[in-house]
């Protein structure tokens, strides 16, 4: 307590004694016997009462055990319930939540992971994912000040994320290894690479990555099925020595539509785990011809880059041209990209009526475009500016994936403010470091005339940029070609507009996307839209409303079971429907291990100074982690200031103290 309360407390006694004595002693000639008591109580209830608004406080030394931090991961996906492992890891479970020897040690938490990492309730094991490097670098990251260790109980599969046994993890990880681990002889089909879309009477390639896990040479026959019809079949020699093989297969694409195929290897005779040798995919046939021109006010990479990835398709030809050297009929070509535009593309807007699609840029005119009545204008000054791009994941006009856009780098365009009307932005310009509500890449629909608008120069740096990513260009391709095709289409926009796949894989959550839109075509949030979706084979029907989000409705279906489905998505109240069929196949990349990877788990323990156990040896875990002396409660001493009287109580003196002072004077008839 410091001097300076001290001080206010004999201050706050003083002030008590004085009005006390001011009113029973001073100036009283003779002083009744009883005025002694009477001064007694008002002193005390006066001084109680300052006491109470000083509120001393003193300071007090607390000891306080910091225990080491114990963190158990336990496995929850489904790779647990296909080897069979449930009671084991849930009877693990139990064995270190009751054991006195690491509580008594170690402050314990209990994490569950799979995908992603949750603080444990119960255990599924229905997580589709294995993320142990998640997991571990989770933990690392939530108890980074604080000493510890991480039980790890895991069969050491992991379906996603970077390598485990490379993650930085400042706390010691003892895994405790599950499953099986006896090595098996196993084939199976590692990876299947195949185009989404094909174009009729061509070829489109299959590849597949066939790996052996064994010690003897054998033959196995890799095959292609459709409808249950053989369409390719190879026979491969496998051995110990050349245990992986990549076989190519070039199937003909003659009916429009989607066909699903499935990729097949022959079974091993001491084969334990046949989940993983077969892979179902699915290509959808496309009849599309198109004339592509380059109109150019310029000579720039991005002419070059538009040109190899819209002629990835065999169905597209392009051609490049100055505008001031054009020669020829806009009418020949079904879909035109004006490339910085300046006034020398006036003959082309006057004339259009292919669809097309602006690139601007540094060299753009921007008071002619300001002039062309598209829809958009730009408020620009001679000034250049870098613009990132953010992907809109509710952009419904096509179905476009987010190719990594986010990370790309930046375009190049004139600074100023864009207003476009009546679009759909599949990209937002992000301006150093914040997404904004202008568009990088919009899509426009009037009339039966579709066009689009990129608003910035050096696209060939993403298509670099993303073979850097990918080791190809498949994806930036992909993404032009989905671009070229909505756009030189001359379908007629349709209300309804819905994003849904082909194609999906058991227990995967199936996200749908619809676009409705009034009949002035403008977003009508009022809707109510529902999907039914049925089994073909047992006829089952479920339905499904769809949910408002942002300016799309939405829907999640989990739980369909593999088959083929067919769907069905109204509007209530509206005569438009959409309708299709998707499949779901039997496929769980949790159950294509055929046993536990001890050796990434004992690789990960030894990096991180922890040890190796198997599931029948977690006493022997337990009593190393209770005799480590690296793990040490440590005392730490803590000051507080705590009040020095209890306020309550302290009150009720005061008020006891009052009442008995005025009975008192009652009862000597000073009232």
């Given at each position: 307590?410091?001097?300076?309360?001290?001080?206010?407390?004999?201050?706050?006694?003083?002030?008590?004694?004085?009005?006390?004595?001011?009113?029973?002693?001073?100036?009283?000639?003779?002083?009744?016997?009883?005025?002694?008591?009477?001064?007694?109580?008002?002193?005390?209830s006066i001084f109680f009462l300052l006491l109470l608004l000083i509120n001393p406080l003193i300071k007090i030394q607390e000891t306080t055990d910091i225990k080491p931090k114990l963190s158990v991961l336990v496995d929850n996906?489904?790779?647990?319930?296909?080897?069979?492992?449930?009671?084991?890891?849930?009877?693990?479970?139990?064995?270190?939540?009751?054991?006195?020897?690491?509580?008594?040690?170690?402050?314990?938490?209990?994490?569950s992971f799979g995908?992603?990492?949750?603080?444990?309730?119960?255990?599924?094991?229905?997580?589709?994912?294995?993320?142990?490097?998640?997991?571990?670098?989770s933990i690392n990251n939530l108890h980074k000040d604080e000493s510890g260790a991480i039980i790890l109980i895991s069969d050491g599969n992991q379906t996603i994320g970077e390598d485990y046994a490379y993650v930085n993890s400042k706390k010691s990880v003892y895994p405790l290894v599950i499953g099986d681990t006896t090595k098996y002889e196993d084939i199976k089909i590692a990876q299947l690479n195949v185009n989404k879309y094909s174009y009729i009477n061509n070829k489109f390639p299959v590849e597949a990555l066939i790996q052996y896990d064994g010690n003897k040479s054998i033959n196995t026959v890799y095959s292609i099925y459709k409808s249950g019809k053989k369409v390719f079949s190879k026979t491969l020699n496998l051995s110990k020595e050349n245990n992986s093989v990549t076989v190519t297969a070039n199937l003909s694409s003659n009916k429009e539509g989607v066909h699903?195929?499935?990729?097949?290897?022959?079974?091993?005779?001491?084969?334990?785990?046949i989940k993983n040798n077969s892979k179902v995919f699915s290509v959808e046939v496309i009849d599309e011809q198109a004339k592509v021109l380059i109109l150019t006010s310029i000579l720039h990479p991005d002419l070059g880059a538009f040109t190899k990835?819209?002629?990835?398709?065999?169905?597209?030809?392009?051609?490049?041209?100055?505008?001031?050297?054009?020669?020829?009929?806009f009418d020949e070509y079904q879909f035109v990209i004006a490339y910085q535009p300046n006034i020398y593309f006036k003959p082309f807007f006057n004339e259009r009526k292919s669809n097309f699609l602006v690139v601007t840029g540094t060299k753009s005119d921007w008071n002619f475009i300001n002039t062309l009545e598209l829809g958009i204008s730009k408020s620009s000054i001679n000034q250049s500016e870098d613009y990132n791009s953010s992907y809109n994941s509710?952009?419904?006009?096509?179905?476009?994936?987010?190719?990594?856009?986010?990370?790309?780098?930046?375009?190049?365009?004139?600074?100023?403010?864009?207003?476009?009307?009546?679009?759909?932005?599949?990209?937002?310009?992000?301006?150093?470091?914040?997404?904004?509500?202008?568009?990088?890449?919009?899509?426009?629909?009037?009339?039966?005339?579709?066009?689009?608008?990129?608003?910035?120069?050096?696209?060939?740096?993403?298509?670099?940029?993303?073979?850097?990513?990918?080791?190809?260009?498949?994806?930036?391709?992909?993404?032009?070609?989905?671009?070229?095709?909505?756009?030189?289409?001359?379908?007629?926009?349709k209300r309804l507009d819905v994003k849904i796949e082909n194609f999906y894989l058991a227990n995967q959550t199936i996200d749908v996307s619809a676009l409705y839109l009034d009949n002035n075509f403008k977003f009508d949030s009022r809707a109510s839209i529902q999907i039914a979706i049925e089994n073909i084979n047992t006829k089952e029907q479920k339905i499904f409303p769809f949910s408002l989000s942002n300016n799309s409705f939405r829907v999640e279906v989990?739980?369909?079971?593999?088959?083929?489905?067919?769907?069905?998505?109204?509007?209530?109240?509206?005569?438009?429907?959409?309708?299709?069929?998707?499949?779901?196949?039997?496929?769980?990349?949790?159950?294509?291990?055929?046993?536990?990877?001890?050796?990434?788990?004992?690789?990960l323990a030894s990096k991180s100074n922890g040890n190796l156990f198997y599931w029948n040896q977690q006493n022997n875990l337990i009593e190393q982690l209770a005799d480590d002396k690296k793990y040490f409660i440590v005392q730490k001493s803590i000051e507080k200031e705590r009040g020095l009287i209890h306020w309550k109580w302290l009150l009720f003196v005061i008020v006891g103290l009052l009442t008995l002072e005025w009975f008192l004077r009652k009862y000597y008839g000073k009232i």
């Amino acid at each position: 307590m410091s001097t300076q309360i001290v001080l206010y407390i004999i201050i706050a006694l003083l002030v008590g004694v004085a009005v006390a004595y001011f009113q029973y002693f001073f100036k009283v000639k003779k002083t009744p016997k009883h005025h002694v008591l009477l001064f007694v109580l008002r002193t005390l209830s006066i001084f109680f009462l300052l006491l109470l608004l000083i509120n001393p406080l003193i300071k007090i030394q607390e000891t306080t055990d910091i225990k080491p931090k114990l963190s158990v991961l336990v496995d929850n996906s489904l790779s647990t319930s296909f080897f069979k492992e449930e009671k084991k890891v849930g009877d693990l479970f139990n064995q270190f939540k009751n054991s006195n020897k690491l509580s008594d040690k170690f402050d314990i938490d209990f994490f569950s992971f799979g995908g992603d990492v949750k603080a444990i309730d119960s255990l599924t094991f229905n997580e589709t994912h294995t993320n142990i490097h998640k997991a571990v670098k989770s933990i690392n990251n939530l108890h980074k000040d604080e000493s510890g260790a991480i039980i790890l109980i895991s069969d050491g599969n992991q379906t996603i994320g970077e390598d485990y046994a490379y993650v930085n993890s400042k706390k010691s990880v003892y895994p405790l290894v599950i499953g099986d681990t006896t090595k098996y002889e196993d084939i199976k089909i590692a990876q299947l690479n195949v185009n989404k879309y094909s174009y009729i009477n061509n070829k489109f390639p299959v590849e597949a990555l066939i790996q052996y896990d064994g010690n003897k040479s054998i033959n196995t026959v890799y095959s292609i099925y459709k409808s249950g019809k053989k369409v390719f079949s190879k026979t491969l020699n496998l051995s110990k020595e050349n245990n992986s093989v990549t076989v190519t297969a070039n199937l003909s694409s003659n009916k429009e539509g989607v066909h699903y195929y499935s990729a097949t290897i022959s079974k091993l005779s001491a084969e334990k785990n046949i989940k993983n040798n077969s892979k179902v995919f699915s290509v959808e046939v496309i009849d599309e011809q198109a004339k592509v021109l380059i109109l150019t006010s310029i000579l720039h990479p991005d002419l070059g880059a538009f040109t190899k990835a819209i002629e990835s398709n065999k169905q597209r030809s392009v051609t490049v041209s100055t505008v001031t050297k054009f020669k020829g009929s806009f009418d020949e070509y079904q879909f035109v990209i004006a490339y910085q535009p300046n006034i020398y593309f006036k003959p082309f807007f006057n004339e259009r009526k292919s669809n097309f699609l602006v690139v601007t840029g540094t060299k753009s005119d921007w008071n002619f475009i300001n002039t062309l009545e598209l829809g958009i204008s730009k408020s620009s000054i001679n000034q250049s500016e870098d613009y990132n791009s953010s992907y809109n994941s509710n952009y419904l006009t096509f179905i476009q994936n987010n190719i990594g856009f986010n990370d790309f780098p930046p375009l190049k365009d004139k600074f100023g403010a864009v207003t476009a009307k009546d679009h759909q932005s599949l990209l937002y310009q992000k301006l150093k470091g914040f997404t904004t509500e202008e568009p990088l890449l919009a899509t426009f629909e009037k009339g039966e005339q579709k066009f689009g608008v990129l608003f910035g120069e050096g696209i060939w740096k993403w298509r670099a940029a993303s073979y850097l990513k990918e080791t190809s260009f498949q994806e930036f391709d992909a993404f032009i070609g989905n671009l070229v095709q909505f756009l030189s289409s001359n379908k007629k926009r349709k209300r309804l507009d819905v994003k849904i796949e082909n194609f999906y894989l058991a227990n995967q959550t199936i996200d749908v996307s619809a676009l409705y839109l009034d009949n002035n075509f403008k977003f009508d949030s009022r809707a109510s839209i529902q999907i039914a979706i049925e089994n073909i084979n047992t006829k089952e029907q479920k339905i499904f409303p769809f949910s408002l989000s942002n300016n799309s409705f939405r829907v999640e279906v989990d739980g369909l079971v593999p088959g083929d489905y067919s769907y069905q998505i109204s509007v209530e109240s509206q005569s438009i429907k959409k309708s299709g069929r998707f499949k779901v196949a039997d496929f769980q990349i949790e159950e294509q291990f055929t046993n536990s990877n001890k050796e990434k788990l004992k690789e990960l323990a030894s990096k991180s100074n922890g040890n190796l156990f198997y599931w029948n040896q977690q006493n022997n875990l337990i009593e190393q982690l209770a005799d480590d002396k690296k793990y040490f409660i440590v005392q730490k001493s803590i000051e507080k200031e705590r009040g020095l009287i209890h306020w309550k109580w302290l009150l009720f003196v005061i008020v006891g103290l009052l009442t008995l002072e005025w009975f008192l004077r009652k009862y000597y008839g000073k009232i």
